[in-house]
């Protein structure tokens, strides 16, 4: 199976602009992305959590009826959005489920977010009643927690470093190799937050160019649609892909 590109967003648009959003998004697609990812929060929620002020999150908590319109303007062959959603909050997870138009490309979390079990529970259930793709994300030192989840063969386990910008030596792909034999039949991603130097052979293409096994089904790299935003967001440091690197990534993993 081709290994699929995700674009992710992140707070990489001009805060509080339902078109910067959208401009985003089709960017994305157009530089090459086959499907792109959202941050979707409860901006006060999510900063208790983090330990940080809610002015630094709330410019780009995306309002549930913007994201199903987002959710319906990106469509793919299948009839499913183009759009995956990251959550971090179960009962949030919930309520947008209940309004959405169109069902998103896919729903990820991460292993070390806050109240894990919860959020794995009814992620699994989401997943498991409308057929929605699930995708995990981990650190590499992180253990493979399957219980909370009832379908993980249905998982794809992301391999992901959270810091901003990633050294490439933390990327290890004996990890991989690792997830995939703890739970044979799954399928791996990577989550990739290395930065980026146009005299750096990218970590996509030195990985997906020589190894072949484990099979790679996804690679998520940051892209920043708008060069103006550099600097101005969380999420536009040099881990962020413009659009001309962005497109350089897409040829690289769909060779």
Same mark, same amino acid.
């Not at 999510?46 to 002015?55: I, W």
């Not at 896919?106 to 806050?114: C, G």
């Not at 790679?216 to 659009?243: M, Q």
């Given at each position: 199976?081709?290994?699929?590109?995700?674009?992710?967003?992140?707070?990489?648009?001009?805060?509080?602009?339902?078109?910067?959003?959208?401009?985003?998004?089709?960017?994305?697609?157009?530089?090459?992305?086959? @499907?792109?990812?959202?941050?979707?929060?409860?901006?006060?929620?999510?900063?208790?959590?983090?330990?940080?002020?809610?002015?630094? +999150?709330?410019?780009? %908590?995306?309002?549930?009826?913007? @994201?199903?319109?987002?959710?319906?303007?990106?469509?793919?062959?299948?009839?499913?959005?183009?759009?995956?959603?990251?959550?971090?909050?179960? /009962?949030?997870?919930?309520?947008?489920?209940? #309004?959405?138009?169109? @069902?998103?490309?896919?729903?990820?979390?991460?292993?070390?977010?806050?109240?894990?079990?919860?959020?794995?529970?009814? /992620?699994?259930?989401?997943?498991?009643?409308?057929?929605?793709?699930? $995708?995990?994300?981990?650190?590499?030192? %992180?253990?493979?927690?399957?219980?909370?989840?009832?379908?993980?063969?249905?998982?794809?386990?992301? +391999?992901?470093?959270?810091?901003?910008?990633?050294?490439?030596?933390?990327?290890?792909?004996?990890?991989?190799?690792?997830?995939?034999?703890?739970?044979?039949?799954?399928?791996?991603?990577?989550?990739?937050?290395?930065?980026?130097?146009?005299?750096?052979?990218?970590?996509?293409?030195?990985?997906?160019? #020589?190894?072949?096994?484990?099979?790679?089904?996804?690679?998520?790299?940051?892209?920043?649609?708008?060069?103006? +935003?550099?600097?101005?967001?969380?999420?536009?440091?040099?881990? %962020?892909?413009?659009?001309?690197?962005?497109?350089? @990534?897409?040829? $690289?993993?769909?060779?």
């Amino acid at each position: 199976m081709p290994t699929k590109l995700i674009a992710e967003i992140g707070t990489n648009w001009h805060p509080g602009k339902k078109y910067s959003l959208k401009a985003a998004v089709a960017k994305a697609l157009e530089c090459g992305a086959d @499907l792109v990812k959202l941050q979707v929060f409860k901006a006060d929620l999510l900063a208790k959590r983090r330990g940080c002020a809610v002015s630094d +999150l709330k410019p780009w %908590a995306i309002p549930i009826n913007w @994201l199903d319109e987002i959710l319906s303007d990106f469509v793919g062959d299948n009839g499913r959005s183009l759009v995956g959603i990251s959550v971090f909050d179960a /009962m949030h997870l919930m309520v947008m489920s209940s #309004v959405w138009n169109v @069902l998103p490309a896919f729903i990820k979390s991460a292993t070390q977010e806050y109240q894990y079990a919860a959020l794995a529970d009814t /992620m699994s259930d989401a997943s498991d009643r409308l057929d929605i793709p699930l $995708i995990v994300s981990m650190p590499p030192d %992180a253990p493979l927690v399957v219980g909370n989840y009832s379908s993980p063969l249905k998982i794809t386990w992301m +391999l992901c470093i959270p810091r901003y910008p990633a050294p490439r030596s933390a990327y290890d792909l004996k990890r991989l190799i690792r997830m995939k034999n703890e739970l044979p039949g799954c399928c791996v991603g990577v989550s990739d937050h290395t930065a980026y130097h146009p005299d750096f052979i990218p970590l996509a293409e030195s990985w997906l160019s #020589v190894h072949k096994e484990p099979a790679i089904s996804c690679w998520e790299k940051h892209f920043c649609y708008d060069e103006d +935003l550099r600097a101005n967001t969380p999420d536009s440091g040099s881990w %962020a892909l413009g659009v001309e690197s962005f497109k350089r @990534l897409a040829e $690289i993993v769909h060779a």
